[in-house]
């Protein structure tokens, strides 16, 4: 039977919506201006990450005893919820600082915990996560990217591939192949330095969508770090990696929520000026059911993806499940609401004057990246099937 508490993880408590009325009024005097102008220029957003640091929401999720704010998975949930809402490519700093830093934060060593989860919060360096590679997208554990040991260090040599904010991010977890023989078991996790010898950058990919967040190849010639950069014990990086992925799909279900709640907003209001027919077209019966449809389709998308923020914070052994269902619902939800915002401003919507194109095209990457959502399905279906 459901107890009284099980039912509150269904309402956001009232510090969890000031945290959301603040994000979102920093988000909309510092970020918003910027949004357009990031996108048509493919630029960093540097105004977004000032506003995040200046306030400690660029990585929020760090534990206070690194000097982070501790705060719980639905809190960082409502940050980058509340930022995509205004700028998809903005919301990338809070939600890749969490992505680079989970497996420090899971598996990693008191000693790396303290020095690299300390330096993301006291904003010396952002974090990315470096597992693609041009030959493994969804079957990650292909990769080729090698770790040899040697002494008291490891030389790392390969190519990661798609890495969301490299070469602006000081930090890199990097899965790399340890021992060959084991496939996913041969596989271990490292964190990398933008300026450790050896590291370079290849040009920013040219996107649909998230312009301002650049993606970029990372390669590795040669790179010689310390033994005890590992993250975790030898041959555990791939289980570090997906574990991640668990708690991380949950922001990208969040992005995706944030990206919906900017286009809902947006043509609720237009459809209440634009006049045809003599009235305003909020008056005809047919834009009233697509609004509450996407309305409808936002809510239940937020249900989903706070109640997996929840099993996120406690890492229940359900969030496999609900991480991946969460980030596949969400992302298609957002898909559909924000090619009907595009539907429902008519011709202006298919025009950079307004929002909705930039908006539709930032939705697109949430089905494709953290696994794209054939592969959620796969997640998903392997928890319902086994044992
Ligand atoms: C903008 C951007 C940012 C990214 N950021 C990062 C990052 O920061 N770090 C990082 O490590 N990676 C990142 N990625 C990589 C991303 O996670 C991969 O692109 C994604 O996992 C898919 O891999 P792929 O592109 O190689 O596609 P493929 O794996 O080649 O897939 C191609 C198609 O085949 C389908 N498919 C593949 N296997 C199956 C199957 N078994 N059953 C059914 N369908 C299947 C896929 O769903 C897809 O539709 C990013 C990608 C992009 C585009």
Redesign the pocket.
Same mark, same amino acid.
């Given at each position: 039977m459901a107890s009284a508490a099980d039912f509150d993880l269904f309402r956001t408590s009232e510090e969890h919506e000031m945290l959301r009325d603040a994000v979102r009024s920093l988000a909309e005097a510092k970020i918003a201006p910027f949004a357009a102008e990031v996108d048509e220029q493919a630029r960093f957003p540097q105004e977004a990450r000032d506003a995040l640091e200046t306030n400690d929401l660029h990585a929020i999720h760090v534990p206070e005893a690194y000097d982070g704010s501790g705060a719980d998975a639905l809190s960082t949930v409502i940050v980058i919820e509340e930022v995509a809402r205004v700028c998809a490519s903005s919301s990338l700093i809070p939600a890749?600082n969490k992505?680079g830093s989970m497996p420090v934060q899971l598996s990693g060593s008191e000693e790396l915990k303290a020095k690299y989860l300390g330096a993301l919060a006291r904003k010396e360096g952002m974090f &990315?996560? *470096?597992?693609?590679e041009p030959e493994a997208? &969804?079957? *990650?554990a292909g990769m080729k990217t090698r770790a040899v040991r040697d002494g008291d260090f490891y030389v790392l040599n390969g190519v990661?591939?798609?890495?969301?904010n490299a070469g602006v991010s000081e930090f890199y977890t990097v899965m790399a192949v340890t021992d060959p023989e084991k496939r996913s078991k041969g596989i271990s996790a490292f964190v990398v330095e933008k300026g450790d010898e050896g590291v370079s950058f290849g040009a920013p990919?040219k996107?649909l969508g998230?312009k301002g967040?650049p993606?970029r190849e990372v390669y590795f010639d040669n790179v010689r770090i310390p033994a005890d950069r590992m993250i975790g014990a030898e041959g555990t990086g791939f289980a570090t990696a997906m574990k991640t992925l668990d708690h991380t799909r949950v922001t990208i279900a969040a992005q995706a929520l944030g990206i919906a709640q900017g286009a809902l907003d947006y043509a609720k209001g237009y459809v209440q000026e634009r006049k045809q027919f003599g009235k305003a077209i909020a008056e005809f019966q047919g834009i009233q059911f697509m609004l509450a449809d996407m309305a409808m389709k936002l809510e239940a998308a937020r249900q989903i993806t706070y109640a997996a923020a929840a099993r996120s914070e406690r890492s229940d052994p359900d969030l496999t499940f609900f991480g991946a269902a969460a980030k596949c619902y969400a992302s298609d939800a957002a898909m559909e609401i924000t090619t009907d915002a595009v539907q429902l401003l008519g011709g202006y919507g298919y025009t950079r004057d307004y929002p909705l194109e930039r908006m539709m095209r930032d939705a697109k990457?949430t089905q494709?990246?953290?696994?794209?959502?054939?592969?959620q399905r796969?997640v998903m279906a392997r928890q319902l099937l086994k044992g």
């Open positions: 890749v992505l &990315s996560y *470096a597992l693609s997208g &969804s079957d *990650a990661k591939r798609w890495i969301t990919e996107k998230i967040s993606t990457i494709i990246y953290e696994g794209t959502n054939q592969v796969i």
